[in-house]
């Protein structure tokens, strides 16, 4: 690990023990043994690697968006669910890090990294999305007009799946997740309309309630 990521890592650790604003600089550079020039090498300001901290999570989805991309054995519609199916793992597999989480964005000012943190997390899946379709569209698989615009849509469709899905968590009437199960079987139809597929060839709803449901298993563990 060279001495920009021991930073990045002593910096998490202390955003997410006492929180953005008790923290200071040089309590980062003791933690990853830097020295104050090394710090400052890498980053300007304590705001710069706070920035550099939560975009580590963006970096993570590159990451697994080039594997599946590099998956040649596979099909497109097989490719397409697979995104979704990695966006819904991550998310589980960070669940033990939401009470870390709560400490590190509950500084004054928290929605501008937020904020960016979706713009970027919109960039990058979308980008993904427009590598499949036009790979659709060279294989004669789809007859995509506007590819740009297609993968920005399903971009802005998952992401509203996630959003809805942080109510159904908490909720604790049974209608709010039949409400979100209507929600997930039309954006399904309409993903699977948009590309002239059968209503079940590009599936979210199965990896959207697993998601739901490892979610609440936590929330009632830490209750």
Known sequence: MDLKQKIIKAAYELFTEKGVEKTTVSEIIE????????????FKSKDEILEAT?????????????????EGDRTIIELLNLVFLKISEYKIDQIEEWPKMKILFSFSGNHVILRKL??????????????????GNEEGIFDIE????????????????????????????????????????????????????SNHQINIKEPALAYIQSTRKEQNREG
């Not at 933690?31 to 890498?42: E, Q, V």
């Not at 506007?146 to 909720?171: C, D, H």
Request: charged share 25%.
């Open 31 to 42: 933690l990853a043994g830097s020295s104050k020039g090394g710090f400052y090498h890498h």
């Open 54 to 70: 939560t975009m580590n999570y963006i970096d993570d989805m590159v990451m697994e968006y080039e594997r599946i991309l590099q």
């Open 146 to 197: 506007y590819p740009e615009y297609l993968a920005g849509l399903w971009t802005r469709e998952v992401m509203m799946v996630f959003n809805k899905s942080r109510e159904v968590i908490y909720a604790e009437k049974t209608e709010t997740l039949e409400n979100f199960k209507q929600l997930l079987h039309f954006t399904q139809n309409l993903l699977n309309s948009t590309l002239g597929l």
């Open 118 to 135: 979706a713009e970027q997390f919109e960039l990058v899946t979308t980008d993904c999305y427009l590598k499949l379709f036009r790979k």
